[in-house]
C-alpha cells in the first residue's frame, strides 16, 4: 500500500512539473515583483515654465507573459512629481501620486521595450519654500492621464534594471473660473524615471 501511494506521489509529482513546464513554454507564466528608483521630473506645456527636480517611485508589479516576445505588466506605484522655481532650486511643487501604469512589453532574452497608458491619483501637493510646506492639493486636479513608454531588462526571477518616459496628456492645474471666464493652465506632468526591480516566479 505504501509503495503504491510512493508510486501515485511521484507520478503526479511528475507530471505536475512537465505541465508546468509545458506551460512556461508557451510563454503563460506570471511573476510577480517589486521596483524603486528615481525620477527627474518637471512639468511640460505651453504655460510651464520651471526646472527640474528629483523624486522617487517605489511599488510592485505583475509580469504576464503571453509568450516569449510578448508579456502584460501592470504595476502599482508611489510616484513623485513636479519641478522647481525657475531659477530657484529651493523652492517649488511636490506632487505624490499612486500611478497605474499599464505597460506592455516586447522582450527578446531578458531586454525588452515597453509602451503603455498610465493614470496617477494624486494623494499630496504641496508648494516648498525652504524649510516651509503648504498644502495645495486643492488646487491641482485629482487624476492624472498619460503615456509612458521605456526600455530595460529584467529575469523572470532575478534583478532588473529600466529607463522610462512618463508624460502627461491631462492639464495637473484645476481650472480658474471668474465670472464667465475659465483660465485653463496648459501645464502637463513630465518624467523620466530609472528604477531597479527584482522579479519572483
Do not use: C, W
Request: proline share 2%.
Amino acid at each position: 500500500m505504501k509503495k503504491t501511494f510512493f508510486l501515485l506521489a511521484a507520478a503526479l509529482s511528475l507530471g505536475a512539473t512537465a505541465a508546468q513546464a509545458q506551460y512556461r513554454g508557451r510563454g503563460g507564466n506570471v511573476s510577480l515583483g517589486l521596483k524603486v528608483g528615481v525620477g527627474l521630473t518637471n512639468f511640460r506645456g505651453a504655460d510651464a515654465n520651471a526646472d527640474n527636480r528629483f523624486g522617487f517611485q517605489a511599488g510592485g508589479f505583475a509580469n504576464i507573459g503571453f509568450s516569449k516576445l510578448f508579456a502584460f505588466q501592470p504595476e502599482l506605484l508611489y510616484s513623485q512629481k513636479g519641478a522647481n522655481d525657475k531659477g530657484n532650486s529651493d523652492a517649488g511643487l511636490r506632487l505624490s501620486y499612486l500611478d497605474l501604469p499599464l505597460a506592455f512589453h516586447v522582450n527578446t532574452d531578458g531586454f525588452f521595450f515597453e509602451a503603455g497608458p498610465q493614470v496617477g491619483f494624486l494623494v499630496a501637493a504641496s508648494r516648498n519654500a525652504g524649510s516651509a510646506s503648504t498644502d495645495v492639493k486643492s488646487s491641482f486636479n485629482t487624476v492624472d492621464v498619460g503615456y509612458l513608454f521605456g526600455l530595460g531588462y529584467q529575469l523572470k526571477h532575478g534583478p532588473g534594471i529600466a529607463l522610462r518616459y512618463n508624460g502627461g496628456l491631462s492639464n495637473v492645474i484645476v481650472a480658474a473660473t471668474n465670472g464667465s471666464t475659465t483660465v485653463q493652465p496648459r501645464v502637463r506632468n513630465s518624467a523620466f524615471q530609472l528604477s531597479a526591480s527584482y522579479s519572483f516566479n
